[in-house]
């Protein structure tokens, strides 16, 4: 097994560039409040466990998040179906110990989020890639043997952000229900869209106890947090938290216990306010930039909020030789090609907007305009040919 | 998989009860800088990384372990074998994905620590005990086929006590080179043992490459802690970062920060100190008291130091039946039995001497003294019948 995972090599650790994906803004009144909610739980005045804990996690922040998923995201669960987790990497890493056999076929979305291939594929599953339409997964692509589980993402499609509608969610669950196939929701970013507009998590339309709920709080507060959930269906919690306990007993005491006062004392609702708020501006800004900078060169378009965007590049463009020109030159840009596992896509680029200033937006969108521009030489200047009907979405 | 995991129930949270294991002291002097380092860490004055930090753990912090444990432990290596875990329990549970294909042959100590089973267990290893003797675990004792893997307690073996001697590590690491088997070195408790009287950890002995050093913080500091290190030998760093990567990604940022500057400050240090003084009172302390109470129905050793102590019952005691009648009364012992996987031993009970207050350990001994004493009824009393030469060590 070594081997296998030799081939693995964790992504390096730098100073963010932009337009890195997934740094989240850490502002003022974040660490005003985390340094109050520490000095609180470390001097005794909160619910600290020193000691070990609830396997499954603090009992108050399980409610807390019950709530929150509740209201937020139509999720219906008790406090009792929800385990703490290292984030949504562990979150997956333990449903594939749990519920996959080595050569279990999974359908994967595709393009798909990296990091669960490579959980998926570590588990030794046989992962089969369905295509996404303008609805998403459609259980109708699926190719070959009915598989064990199936990975989504149905809010908001890692990285071509569309949303599966409702229709579908039904006709995914009822399939799901009668071929005994689980299903993994992964509803990364969600927290960012606003509630009202947006589709109950399958979770929610579930009647069958399919679905296994991903969801992590790094994303939303910083990534080194290291704290998600995952909300199961009543008769997996115990083998779930026995994997957990197994693999890593539980979650730092000390992150548990700011968190649940986090949440309690609804700094946690108002943090996601002020970010929703200031995500969106700050993709207005970036797509104002890219447009008037590289308006023939790239096409993007606004999403409904969330930390990324996906450019698109003209149809004859080759987006790794892009970004590898861009990373040359200071700029971090995931080319979608390096997530597509089998169906071609017009070329384009995963942007991460957020956790990066002004400044260096606008220094890396005029990098940007110079490697795509011909004056600079590096990449020839093609007539954008990307047409609305032969986007992916 | 589900059905394997459904057997296992992680322990459940209760207030602590004496004696149970691996409780920490938690004094106002920790707390008071777990304060101010958690404070100084979230207004960005010491090296916090918001964002996903390096995959095998802070630089700074692997130094200052890598440092540590030169000087406490004799282990020899740079920073850049160090990996965090979030303690000895994901380290094991690397190691088994790292290592061990299912059906592999795994020699552990019998008796031995029941999570090391447990886990070793959940990666489908074929467990072959291998009754420990004086000197602690001999290979020379091991039947069957040669194994992938060893599992060892060598500087204080859990839970009897017993210290390697010098020339049987010597054996061990010279037929681990031989037969290309892996050991890993559980450095249990080590760290409350005066460094001057220890021997070198088997790691700082190994030139064969073949030794995996795994430590924890957790029982020094605190259990809800959850951080730990394994030393790896040089080929085995990137496979182990990588199955850390892929099961959570890293450990908490937050944690990994306050750590950094508790070691480099000397705090750490200071408070190993304060804990080594501290157990060996209450060590001492409870020594005393069962000695007095209960001096003809248990019989008890000073060790060099740690947080338990293993008490004798008369042979003809059923210490699982013991521990059931104190369970009742409100005291937990662990009886020795239940670690043990076939090689008989006197009955005994493991003892948890730290973290709870002496008054509660009176009452603890006092209730020992009801249950086993005739008077009671609860259990008849023999004749303390445990001589000397009939002590498992």
Redesign the interface.
């Known amino acids: 097994?070594?081997?296998r995972?030799?081939a693995?090599?964790?992504?390096?650790?730098a100073a963010?560039r932009p337009f890195e994906l997934?740094?989240?803004e850490?502002d003022g009144r974040l660490?005003t409040n985390?340094?109050r909610l520490?000095?609180r739980a470390?001097?005794?005045r909160s619910r600290?466990?020193?000691?070990?804990?609830?396997?499954q996690g603090e009992p108050a922040l399980r409610r807390a998040i019950a709530d929150y998923l509740a209201a937020a995201r139509g999720v219906r669960c008790r406090a009792e179906q929800v385990v703490l987790?290292?984030?949504t990497?562990?979150g997956l890493?333990l449903v594939a110990?749990?519920?996959?056999?080595p050569g279990a076929v999974v359908w994967v979305e595709d393009p798909c989020y990296r990091s669960a291939v490579?959980?998926l594929g570590?588990a030794e599953a046989r992962i089969v890639p369905v295509a996404v339409d303008e609805g998403g997964l459609d259980v109708a692509a699926g190719r070959g043997p009915s598989p064990s589980l199936v990975y989504t993402t149905p809010s908001r499609q890692y990285p071509l952000g569309m949303a599966m509608p409702l229709a579908r969610r039904r006709i995914l669950l009822d399939w799901a229900e009668a071929s005994g196939v689980w299903i993994v929701e992964d509803d990364y970013e969600s927290e960012f869209q606003a509630p009202g507009r947006m589709l109950p998590s399958l979770q929610g339309l579930d009647r069958a106890l399919r679905v296994i709920y991903l969801g992590t709080f790094s994303k939303l507060l910083?990534?080194?947090?290291?704290?998600g959930y995952a909300v199961l269906p009543e008769d997996?919690v115990?083998?779930?938290?026995?994997?957990r306990?197994?693999?890593?007993?539980?979650?730092?005491?000390?992150?548990?216990a700011i968190m649940t006062s986090f949440m309690e004392s609804g700094d946690f609702a108002r943090h996601l306010k002020r970010m929703r708020a200031r995500y969106g501006e700050r993709q207005a800004f970036v797509i104002d930039l890219l447009r008037r900078h590289l308006g023939g060169l790239i096409e993007v378009r606004p999403v409904e909020s969330g930390m990324y965007l996906t450019a698109w590049l003209p149809s004859d463009r080759d987006d790794r030789a892009v970004a590898a020109a861009l990373a040359d030159s200071g700029v971090t840009v995931l080319p979608l090609s390096a997530l597509i596992l089998e169906t071609a896509r017009p070329p384009g680029l995963v942007l991460g907007y957020t956790?990066h200033s002004e400044a260096a937006i606008v220094r890396a969108v005029e990098r940007m305009a110079a490697v795509l521009d011909p004056a600079t030489g590096l990449i020839n200047r093609p007539k954008l040919a990307v047409r609305k009907d032969r986007m992916p979405v």
């Open positions: 097994r070594a081997e995972l030799r693995y090599v964790p992504p390096g650790r963010p997934g740094h989240a850490i660490m985390w340094k520490a000095a470390l001097s005794g600290l466990a020193w000691s070990y804990g609830d396997p987790t290292a984030g990497q562990q890493s110990q749990l519920l996959l056999d490579d959980i570590a910083f990534p080194s947090l290291r704290l997996l115990a083998p779930f938290a026995a994997a306990h197994l693999a890593d007993r539980q979650s730092s005491g000390l992150v548990q956790g």
